[in-house]
């Protein structure tokens, strides 16, 4: 990367059509990302057509900057209405929603603001100086690190039980048999498909997500109706700049956040939803006072919220030099790259630099922009729960239906979100988590497929292959770590609580 | 920019017909009279894509699209409908009244492998349930190596290496191109492979950028780019005869190394329901053709390291034979018979 | 924060729900576990493995509820006043559960409506039943949903994101 080449990206920035594009890009993402069902990917998916007639620094500008707002935008219906408009945000509900209904909701969207705009920008650093070193180290992940690392992530499921363990296994081996739906790769056999062809594919993660979340929302919502009190009256404006001392306390959050998110992102296939997960899971493990996650800890909406946008530009790194998508929403842009003729590969380094330099340029004022609109618009989307649920309600469905029908044109997606919907409201009224039912499904299948693929590949010795390779037996090792350390946390806390000192340290 | 003003000009034409209520087209619907086909076509046309938007077949179908719109008058409207294998298009296609209205593409040999596998329960279809209307795409299978691999570095090193010993190799997923790619290569020649399948190209590709596989199965326009880096090395194009892939002019074919008698490919192209009027079929195909041999279009997909192989609709109904026969073969021996 | 009164009765209701979801689970594993025994080779494989764990952990659910004078509640001493699980842990009667069903049952009649008469009549149907439902006797303000929502989903959806709604038969072409 030199300087000459940098100016001649600025040159092809800073022209009207392109700023157009991505202040465009900005707000259509964060209003996709924002509607429940309407995820980034399909966003951008979507929005590829549009992106035909339009110059490739233009185009792939906009179609960077809905995927990094989107992610943001999936946030504000997670914050404030407890239904996350993209997979990954289903973390930021957590402690968002908690602070909305303690009528920080404004302050919990200017975080979200913030560290979103920091982890993106962070991502977008690190995708700069750093895109081909990086690259290389995804490179040497195979099966048997991608079983491992989806075993890790399911490991964070005892961190979300929440009230029960048990019920919250439950609730994740529960997503792990809806992931077995479907075609199984290794053998073409249809799993559990019932004969029907949409089953043959799997249960889509989004349909099922809006079902999980938005539709048992309506329907714990619709209980209110006899007695007519509703969640969203009760709601007060907070502010939605966080003061700089409370600001202080976040920024070691933040920076963990930063880097989890840029390095889960390089990973391919893992894409937002797991880095936020990551994310959020580290930033309770650090903290201090670990019983306040889940109650509107503010720690809990900037963790995930920074992760997952920090995502963005990690996973943009394996795709721009080798062609090798890191989450789903990159596959799809993998497709606006092809389609202005731009093969991924040291192509895009030498021959393409400017455009590509350009693009990643872009990507960072994207992030700039978008935190500086979501600190301006706060306001606004505060309003929107103001809005009287019997008002809200039918709008959210209409939503879910439509949202789940347009990701694949499929009626039988909408039917995956009812039969989903119904299995949340169950859930939820019996004191099941429905977090680790999507955290499930999203590893379940990457597990088994790890696993399999892995003993192909040791083609006989698989306890020597899997040790035998250095990454995988970190992994090993903090899977074990991340299994261990609530009973040996258990242990520590049953002599602690021997003396009843521990309230006080929590001043 | 033309492209981008028809496919918005055809999606608000078609809801603003919805919007206000318009109910007389389908009062003019039958199954092909002699009074709609000579009108044909007076409405727009459903192009059926059985991937995502963005996928492969999705981009190079709408880059076909402004194409044939010209020479048909009206606008065409790309339908994704991905899933089930690529069946939930597929069956669409199937099951639509034979009107020329709604037509689709159509990839094999994943295609085949949908109705042929007895596993998945569309023994009862066949590729007469479709109507071909030409080939837009054949993208010929090659088998990619490690530059870095010191056992061997050419063809007939790889494969005298595979007869002793077996070799991890790539695959797309059962019953892919890729898959039945590696299957035929042992059937004829004796070679050993265990079959990693994955869920793209991409999937392969970085196994063995990363060294955990000996072999990827792919097509030449998945790894052209990266066979121009060097990051990897193709050692050999499965195409019919001598003829090298224009976009991997430095790697010889199967056989001109010796190994001829079997090539591999994955191609797609327009098909429609069976027993369109012939009327109706003529009208479609020839704007098809023209729209396929169109420079710009031609150009706009080598970009993307795609060969346009036209062929006629009754030259695309024999290569869907010949698909369909290499399929069943391999397939009831080695995958689900 | 909670009254040990309603703590009790709830802890009961607990232990009931309990047992009966840790049975449904049980069924379901068993049920599903019956349909893998046509999947062929390895296919099968870690399905069942899932499923077993499922099983086991319902039954030990089952025998949990039935034993335990305690709900089901970790023993590192986490406060069960989890928000989202005080809410969502409330007894499933008759007269609660009333109003999410038929919430969920008109979304069924509209989802299965959608394909019929198309999107957009359907929609007008289902928002004009829902808004109903929902006590809004607002004509103004219903009209005003039914029609800025169906705008804007047709702008969005239909004309920028170029979706493909269903048509029915009142409108389809095809």
Redesign the interface.
């Known amino acids: 990367m030199d300087t000459a080449i940098i100016g001649e990206a600025l040159n092809l920035l800073f022209t009207f059509e392109v700023l157009a594009a991505i202040a465009f890009g900005v707000v259509a993402g964060i209003v996709i990302g924002a509607l429940p069902g309407l995820s980034g990917t399909m ?8 992106t ?3 110059e490739p620094v233009a185009g792939l500008a906009m179609l960077t900057a809905i995927y990094t707002s989107a992610v943001y935008g999936g946030s504000i219906s997670a914050i404030l209405i407890n239904t996350p408009g993209t997979p990954a945000a289903a973390a930021t509900a ?1 402690d968002g929603y ?1 602070m909305t ?1 303690k009528g920080q909701g404004g302050k919990a969207l200017g975080i979200s603001a913030i560290g979103s705009m920091a982890g993106g920008l962070a991502s977008g650093l690190v995708l700069l100086f750093v895109a081909p070193q990086l690259a290389k180290v ?6 048997a690190e991608y079983f491992l690392l989806a075993v890790f992530g399911l490991t964070i499921i005892s961190s979300l ?7 919250g ?2 609730s994740g ?2 997503g ?2 809806a992931a ?1 739906v479907g ?10 498909s019932f ?1 029907t ?5 799997g249960i ?1 993660l989004v349909p099922a997500l809006i079902g999980l979340f938005s ?1 048992s929302q ?3 919502l ?2 209110q ?2 007695t007519g009190t509703s969640a969203t009256a009760q709601l007060v404006r907070g502010k939605v700049l966080p003061k700089l001392r409370e600001l202080k306390t976040l920024v070691p959050t933040i920076l963990r956040s930063s880097g989890i998110g840029a390095f889960v992102g390089i990973l ?1 296939g893992a894409g937002g939803d797991v880095g936020s997960w990551v994310g959020y899971n580290e930033a309770k493990r650090f903290a201090k006072d670990k ?1 306040a996650f ?2 509107g800890e503010p720690k809990g909406v900037a963790a995930p919220e920074t992760a997952n946008n920090a995502v963005t530009g990690g996973a943009l790194i394996p795709l721009l030099t ?4 890191g989450s789903s929403a990159t ?6 790259l ?2 202005q ?1 731009m ?5 895009l380094f030498t021959d393409d630099a400017d455009v590509t330099y350009a693009v990643i340029l872009g990507f960072l004022l994207a992030n700039i922009l978008m935190g500086v609109l979501a600190l301006a618009g706060a306001r606004l989307f505060v309003k929107v729960t103001t809005v009287p ?3 809200l ?3 959210i ?2 939503l ?3 949202g789940s ?2 990701i ?5 997606d ?2 995956v979100m ?1 039969v989903f ?2 299995l949340g ?2 859930l ?6 429905t977090a680790p039912v999507v955290l499930g499904l999203i590893l ?1 299948s990457l597990a ?2 790890g ?3 892995s003993i ?2 040791a ?1 006989g010795d698989v306890l020597g292959y899997y040790l035998s390779r250095p990454i995988s037996l970190v992994l090993i090792v903090l899977i074990l770590l991340a299994l261990f350390a ?1 009973v040996f ?2 242990k520590m ?1 049953g002599k602690v ?1 021997e003396e009843p000192e521990e309230q006080k340290e929590t001043v | ?5 028809l ?2 000009r055809s999606a608000l034409r078609y809801g603003a017909g919805l919007a206000s209520g318009v109910l007389g087209p389908t009062l003019l619907t039958g199954c092909g009279s002699s009074a709609s086909a000579d009108a044909f076509p007076d409405r727009p046309i459903q192009v059926i894509i059985a991937y ?5 077949t ?2 190079g179908a ?2 076909l699209q402004p194409y044939v719109e010209a020479e048909l008058g009206v606008p065409i409207e ?8 690529g ?2 298009g597929w ?1 669409e296609i199937v099951t639509a009244e034979p009107t020329g209205y709604v037509i689709g593409f159509i990839n094999t040999p994943n295609f085949m ?1 949908g109705y042929l ?1 007895p ?3 569309r023994t009862e279809i066949s590729y007469e349930n479709f109507t071909p209307l030409g080939n837009q795409v054949t993208d010929f299978s090659a088998v990619a190596i490690h530059p870095d691999d010191d056992r061997f570095d050419d063809l007939p090193g790889v494969i005298n290496h595979a007869r002793g010993q ?1 070799l ?1 190799v790539t695959s797309t ?3 892919s191109d890729d898959h039945y790619a590696s299957l035929g290569l042992s059937d004829r020649y004796g070679t050993q492979f ?7 190209a ?2 392969g ?3 063995l ?2 060294r ?2 000996d072999l990827a199965f792919a097509n030449v326009g998945e790894l ?3 066979h ?2 060097g ?1 990897l090395k193709v050692v050999g194009v499965m195409a019919d005869g001598r003829q090298r892939s224009p976009h991997l002019p430095d790697v010889p074919t199967f056989e001109e190394e010796g190994f001829g008698g079997f090539s591999s490919w994955s191609s797609r192209g327009l098909a429609g329901p069976a027993n369109i009027d012939p009327r109706v079929v003529d009208k479609l195909a020839g704007a098809i053709k023209r729209g396929i041999q169109n420079r710009e279009h031609i150009g ?1 997909l080598a ?3 795609l060969a346009v192989d036209y062929r006629s609709p009754s030259e695309h109904k024999k290569m869907l034979i010949r698909d369909e026969r290499t399929t069943r073969q391999l397939g009831t021996k080695y ?2 018979g | 924060m909670i009254s040990t009164k309603s703590s009790i009765s709830k802890q009961s209701r ?1 232990r009931n ?2 047992g ?2 840790g049975s449904a ?1 049980v069924a379901f ?1 068993i049920i ?1 576990f019956a ?2 025994f046509e ?5 099968a494989i ?2 069942r493995a ?2 077993v ?2 099983l086991v ?2 039954i ?2 089952v025998v ?1 509820a039935g034993r335990d004078p305690k709900p ?9 006043h ?4 005080n ?6 009667s008759r ?3 009333a ?2 069903m ?3 049952l008109m ?2 009649g ?2 299965a409506l ?2 019929i008469i198309g ?1 957009f009549p359907s ?1 007008v149907a ?2 004009a039943g ?2 109903w ?4 006797r607002n004509i103004v ?1 219903a009209l005003g ?1 039914v029609l800025v ?1 169906n705008l804007v ?1 047709y702008y969005l ?1 239909v004309f920028e ?6 048509t029915g038969i009142l409108f389809g072409e095809g």
């Open positions: 966003g951008i998916a979507l929005l590829i057509p549009v035909f007639g339009m957590i908690q209904k995804s490179l040497a992940f195979s099966a039980a929440g009230a029960s363990l048990l019920k296994v439950i081996v529960i792990l048999v077995t075609i199984d790769i290794l053998t073409g056999y249809p799993r559990f004969g062809t949409a089953l043959q594919s889509e539709l309506v329907m714990i619709a209980e109706r006899r391919p019983s889940g109650k080798l062609g090798i998508p596959a799809v842009l993998l497709g606006g092809l389609v003729g093969q991924p590969g040291h192509e649920t019997k008002y309600a039918p709008v469905l209409v879910c239906v439509v029908y347009a694949n044109n499929s009626i039988a909408v039917w009812i919907g119904l409201y169950l939820r009224k019996t004191g099941f988590p379940g088994e497929k696993l399999r693929q192909v590949l083609q609530p946390r258990r806390r609580t | 920019m033309h492209s981008t003003r496919t918005r995502a938007a963005g996928g492969g999705d981009v709408r880059i790309v339908v994704n409908r991905p899933g089930g294998g069946w939930s069956n492998t596998d596993r998945l329960g077996a991890t997923g059962v019953g265990d079959v990693l399948h994955g869920e793209g991409s999937d590709i970085t196994a950028l990363g955990h596989v052209k780019s990266l121009d880096d990051e706009q970009e993307q390291g995958i689900w | 607990y729900a309990d009966i979801a689970i594993a599903m349909f893998s999947f062929t080779g390895e296919a870690w399905p899932v499923l764990l499922l952990l319902g030990v659910l949990r089901s509640q970790r023993t590192d001493g986490t406060p069960q989890d928000d989202q699980h809410i969502d842990g409330e007894s499933l007269t609660v559960v109003a999410p038929a919430v969920l979304v069924i509209y989802a959608l394909e999107f929609t289902f928002l829902i808004l439902y929902q006590r809004v303000a949903i929502l989903i959806f994101l170029n979706v493909q709604l269903p």
